[in-house]
């Protein structure tokens, strides 16, 4: 199994620009979740999805949409990019049957220039 | 709100010798309790979680243990590794998948 992909793995934009973070697990989890990691801070919860078709706000979700179609894929797009947005960010999934464990992508380094 | 707090944010230890990672949490409400590693350049990986229920779980060479009373969650790891040097995170699970990150606690493993 592949597991959590994110593409792209590093991505520089200008301010303004817009762009979409894909990411798509192969294991039927239900659970889906998009954080940001800066540094000396903590995973942040951007967006989460708790099946298809069904999304809601984390902590930090100004600035970003989501949409959940299918159980394997959850894009998150930056609608226009700032530079308050360059950190890495991580995508994850799990199962509600164990949903202790969660697993997640290698992550996407994003600048905003 | 919620926070989640970390007693050390670096922690220095020989290889060879036990380590312990504290963090201190506010959500009393958490059903579960998790350990995630993050070695550097990788997404953070399950350690593994205790039950709010429940105050001590083992795992391989991983203690967690668990203080309702004062809030307080602690990691363990055995004869620590030069492998096992990471960020630490921990956090609580309040019944569901909206797990709350503290910043983390990084591990080093002097040789």
């Known amino acids: 199994n592949a597991g959590v992909t994110q593409t792209p793995k590093f991505q520089v934009l200008k301010t303004g620009q817009s762009m979409t973070l894909q990411c798509a697990q192969d294991?039927?989890?239900?659970?889906m979740s998009w954080y940001r990691q800066d540094p000396g801070m903590g995973l942040r919860l951007i967006h989460y999805?708790?099946?298809?078709?069904?999304?809601d706000q984390g902590e930090v979700p100004n600035g970003y949409n989501v949409s959940r179609s299918t159980t394997e894929d959850f894009p998150l797009r930056l609608l226009s990019a700032a530079p308050s947005q360059t950190s890495v960010y991580f995508c994850?999934?799990?199962?509600?049957?164990?949903?202790?464990?969660?697993?997640f992508g290698q992550g996407t380094r994003l600048t905003v220039v | 709100g919620e926070s989640v707090g970390l007693h050390l944010p670096t922690l220095s230890v020989q290889e060879g010798d036990n380590s312990i990672i504290n963090c201190a949490y506010s959500?009393?409400?958490?059903?579960?309790f998790i350990w995630y590693k993050q070695e550097s350049g990788k997404g953070p990986q399950f350690i593994i979680d205790?039950?709010?229920?429940?105050d001590k779980r083992q795992g391989q060479r991983v203690t967690v243990l668990l203080n309702k009373t004062v809030k307080h969650l602690s990691l363990q790891i055995a004869a620590t590794q030069p492998g096992d040097s990471a960020v630490y995170f921990c956090?609580?699970?309040?019944?569901?998948?909206?797990?709350?990150f503290g910043a983390g606690t990084r591990l080093f493993v002097k040789a």
């Open positions: 956090g609580p699970l309040p019944g569901g998948f909206k797990t709350i």
């Open positions: 994850a999934s799990s199962s509600p049957t164990m949903n202790t464990e969660a697993f």
């Open positions: 294991m039927n989890h239900e659970y």
């Open positions: 205790i039950r709010s229920n429940m």
């Open positions: 959500n009393s409400a958490s059903d579960y």
């Open positions: 999805s708790v099946g298809a078709g069904i999304t």
